[in-house]
């Protein structure tokens, strides 16, 4: 005659499955993190276009960002 599971013991066994799929859903987050440095600006130019921009919109605005006068600016660009 096979004896009842005791609830101690049925408890235990829905532990472990609960703890086993606990442990694969952290495996899964672990492999699927993005790797290395993404970078959220990728256009080549921006540094260029910025500097552009800088140079020849109005001078108070060279001044208030860069803190540099724009001869001073233009001299460090030559």
Same mark, same amino acid.
């Given at each position: 005659? /096979?004896?009842?599971?005791?609830?101690?013991?049925?408890?235990?066994?829905?532990?472990?499955? !609960?703890?086993? /799929?606990?442990?694969? =859903? !952290?495996?899964i987050?672990i492999?699927?993190l993005?790797?290395?440095v993404?970078?959220?600006?990728?256009?080549?130019?921006?540094?260029?276009?910025? =500097? /552009?921009?800088?140079?020849?919109?109005?001078k /108070?605005?060279?001044?208030?960002? =860069?803190?540099?006068r724009?001869?001073?600016?233009?001299?460090?660009?030559n």
């Open positions: 005659m /096979a004896s009842l599971p005791t609830p101690i013991a049925t408890l235990q066994s829905q532990l472990y499955v !609960f703890y086993d /799929a606990l442990i694969l =859903t !952290f495996v987050a492999i699927l993005p790797r290395g993404c970078t959220q600006h990728t256009n080549m130019w921006r540094g260029t276009t910025w =500097t /552009a921009q800088l140079l020849y919109s109005h /108070a605005r060279l001044l208030s960002v =860069t803190q540099i724009p001869d001073v600016f233009n001299k460090l660009l």
